[in-house]
């Protein structure tokens, strides 16, 4: 075969890869794991408990692949621009990952992709992705774009897992609205 031919193939296989939403393994009604990690809020570090949160009302835990990396980017700019949304239904919002940790306090921040608006936690070594079957399998030990809506009880109420980072906002915040309706 060619070199352009095999070239051509390969993109076309990455490109279904990445269009293509994974499957979780973490189903609606499934409870969630409890964890707690380090995390960051406008630069400032504090640890993440997600039974703490869960006392406050729904949670949304979305899993990215890196900080600073163009998806994940537009990603966290979506969920910061959204933000409001989600508090005025009693919601927190949790972004987790994996990859560039070091970086997490300065994607945190005000004049960064976060908006300063939700905390990130750092997932060293995909502990808690691969607890939420959230790893990226083009990409070992690096999470996976996986979002989870998590109700007061601690039971997923809603999943979402595409590579693509338009979606996650508008699917998580439909759920959590989902169970504000519900109550």
Known sequence: MKPSIIAATLA?????????????????GT??????????????????KLADALKKGPVVVYFF???HTDGCNVEAHLFSTSI??????HATVIGVTAGHTSELADFSKENEHCGGKFPVAADEGAKIAKEYDATLMIRPGW??????????SGKITHVYSSLQPEKHVQETLDAVKAIEASH
Do not use: H
């Open 12 to 28: 076309l296989v990455a490109a279904a890869a990445l269009s293509t939403p994974a499957s979780a393994a973490l189903k609606e």
């Open 31 to 48: 409870q969630a794991p409890d964890f707690t990690a380090p995390a960051y809020l406008a630069g400032k570090p504090f640890t993440f």
């Open 65 to 67: 692949p890196a900080a």
């Open 84 to 89: 409001d949304k989600f508090t005025a239904l």
């Open 143 to 152: 999470s996976d774009r996986t979002s989870y809506v998590i109700d007061p």
